[in-house]
């Protein structure tokens, strides 16, 4: 049970497990966008995941302008996942993604995932290169002590503007969400390139540590192999503005319900317009 709390937490920044094929429908393009940028430098977002009344541990979304390349200006994405201090001793968990995306356009350069989970320690390394329609992805693998398992090295071709599936979250949040409408994304992961649907299902008012919001509520639909597929969904709750705060996630898996709420908003302008005084 814990090892899928976790996996939910690390799951909430990457929406989706790989689909084996493309969904119907035409993908959301980059020339829809034509808003401006509705994160910001310096925004953080603070998250507890609970199985029911239990707080098994929590998570940190961070925004960061930076350089990358030497010359590329950036947006730094950033998820960490922590298990609680009472949790550690049964399953320690220390996860961090990272996604370099370049603003104008709105695709990624850079996507890294570290996992240290109990026994489980794995890097992965995507570099994409646009204009080949190219990603570099290095996997490795670690023994306990952290020695290398096993490193595999390799290319695929990927569309220029594909996601990450860390971008993919950030991506969201910059199209028009209408309840009753679904959005098409094309994401990349490993050696897979496949299309995310996500179904935008209504507008809905909820309570969270962090405040009262109105939301709009969506659904990734996972179609692949993984935690959830015939076993459970995955809702989130974004805040009904031109910010899109993800202000709750809540998934119904076989061992139970797992939520993360939104605890702690930084680096945000405020007021936060969907905020219920």
Not at 218 to 224: D, K, N, Q
Request: hydrophobic share 40%; glycine share 6%.
């Amino acid at each position: 049970m814990l090892k899928s709390m976790f996996m939910m937490l690390m799951f909430i920044v990457a929406w989706a497990y790989p689909s084996p094929g493309p969904a119907e429908g035409d993908s959301a393009s980059v020339d829809t966008l034509n808003r401006p940028l509705p994160f910001h430098d310096g925004e953080k977002l603070t998250f507890r995941l609970r199985y029911g009344f239990i707080t098994a541990g929590k998570a940190v979304m961070e925004v960061h302008k930076t350089v990358f390349r030497d010359s590329i200006s950036v947006y730094r994405f950033r998820t960490s996942a922590k298990s609680a201090s009472g949790f550690d001793w049964i399953y320690k968990v220390r996860d961090e993604v990272n996604s370099y995306v370049v603003p104008g356009g709105f695709y990624p350069l850079r996507f890294e995932k570290k996992l240290r989970e109990g026994n489980y320690k794995a890097d992965l390394l995507t570099d994409y290169f646009p204009k080949d329609s190219l990603a570099r992805v290095e996997e490795t693998r670690y023994h306990n002590n952290m020695r290398v398992r096993s490193r595999k090295k390799y290319e695929v071709t990927v569309p220029p503007h594909a996601q990450d599936v860390l971008s993919s979250f950030y991506y969201v949040r910059l199209l028009s969400l209408e309840p009753g409408k679904s959005q098409y994304l094309v994401n990349h992961e490993k050696k897979k390139v496949y299309n995310l649907r996500v179904v935008v299902h209504k507008r809905e008012t909820i309570e969270v540590e962090a405040g009262t919001f109105r939301c709009i509520v969506v659904e990734p639909m996972i179609e692949g192999e993984g935690l959830f597929k015939k076993k459970g969904s995955l809702k989130i709750w974004l805040t009904d503005d031109r910010l899109r705060l993800p202000v709750q996630m809540t998934s119904k898996i076989i061992v139970g319900h797992i939520t993360s709420e939104l605890i702690k908003i930084e680096g945000v302008p405020l007021p936060v317009p969907a905020r219920v005084k």
